[in-house]
């Protein structure tokens, strides 16, 4: 299925000495982003793709699809397959190491992994077909680690007349207690990615992932990091202003490609955010670098000096958070506002 002659996979001509305690994880960026999980044993490399990758919790249940045996020197493999060749696209080791087995056969493989990243007892149970099922056996490496949260919706703001340092029924004296950050008119989504695949969440509950499949590649970017954003869906016009119109038309059809704008963490690699203060909130945002081809973190400034700019570029106005609070799924929040540019600033 691989012409050797472009592909720089090893195609296992050369006798590779067999110890056969060893494993390997690849991080396989093809049409479909997944993970190899390949077992040494009797002189090949047992192996199965794993969507969504290795589960960290046993909470967590993940398919995996049994594939050839590959030849034992691809345990060291990283590169990138040819378009057009089987499985093209970008090969990274994800982790090496060792495995103690106590079961393998046809139908169920047990196994103990001694890795950097993947530790501890590991089930695969075949379903039916190329279909097995991995099933992490111990506690998470991590004891403080929990699944991802399901169910979850944008916090809300509430709409104010004025910044916050100015508005009489806001106990905040200083708008340095409060984040600012531009508020672009457009869709407000939770963004969930696990295993590199996106789930888009309106304000409703609804899932809207169908609607953005740019945001796709986000996934692929973020790779095994796990994390739920809270943010802005915007489509952009030719000018590179956002456009209600052309966002309120993507139900229909796409025209132009949207844009994420985050604003802040909700959740992060099996650690929730929620009852971190906003600023600690957006630190670990700003950490995690966060910015792409249709993603981007949304700014932070001066209130003042946003709300000026935003009537000037034709924006509704300002989001504000106390920089003290918690994030509340799916809440209208007194401490997350909406301040609209002054009509006479439209």
């Avoid at 997944?34 to 967590?60: C, I, M, N, T, Y």
């Avoid at 992060?268 to 009852?275: F, I, M, S, T």
């Avoid at 034709?314 to 002054?342: D, K, M």
Wanted: charged share 25%.
């Amino acid at each position: 299925m691989r012409d050797f002659q472009r592909t720089a996979e090893p195609a296992g001509a050369e006798r590779t000495e067999a110890r056969g305690d060893r494993f390997v994880v690849q991080e396989h960026h093809a049409t479909a982003l997944h993970w190899d999980f390949r077992l040494e044993r009797d002189g090949v490399l047992v192996s199965w793709a794993v969507p969504k990758g290795l589960p960290p919790h046993p909470a967590q249940n993940h398919l995996a699809v049994h594939t050839e045996d590959h030849p034992l020197d691809y345990i060291d493999f990283e590169g990138e397959i040819p378009e057009g060749e089987y499985g093209g696209g970008q090969v990274m080791l994800w982790d090496q190491g060792t495995y103690e087995c106590e079961k393998f056969n046809e139908r169920e493989v047990i196994v103990v992994l001694h890795g950097r990243r993947a530790r501890g007892r590991y089930v695969l149970v075949k379903t039916g077909g190329k279909n097995w099922l991995m099933h992490r056996m111990d506690p998470p490496d991590d004891p403080t680690r929990e699944p991802m949260p399901s169910g979850l919706s944008p916090m809300l703001p509430t709409t104010r007349k004025t910044l916050p340092e100015c508005d009489s029924e806001s106990e905040s004296k200083s708008e340095s207690d409060w984040l600012f950050e531009p508020a672009w008119g457009g869709e407000r989504v939770l963004l969930a990615c696990e295993g590199g695949r996106v789930v888009l969440t309106a304000a409703d509950g609804a899932d809207v992932t169908e609607r953005f499949p740019e945001f796709r590649a986000l996934g692929r970017a973020l790779g095994s990091l796990a994390l739920i954003l809270d943010g802005e869906v915007v489509v952009l016009d030719g000018t590179g202003r956002p456009d209600p119109a052309l966002l309120a038309r993507r139900k229909a059809r796409p025209e132009q490609p949207a844009v994420f704008f985050a604003s802040d963490l909700v959740w992060l690699d099996g650690h929730p955010a929620v009852g971190l203060p906003a600023s600690d909130r957006r630190t670990l945002l700003a950490k995690l670098d966060f910015g792409g081809p249709t993603w981007r973190t949304n700014p932070t400034s001066d209130g003042q000096a946003l709300l000026a700019a935003a009537g000037q570029q034709g924006l509704p106005g300002v989001y504000g958070r106390s920089a003290a609070s918690a994030y509340e799924p799916g809440q209208t929040s007194p401490e997350f506002v909406f301040v609209p540019v002054p009509a006479k600033d439209r």
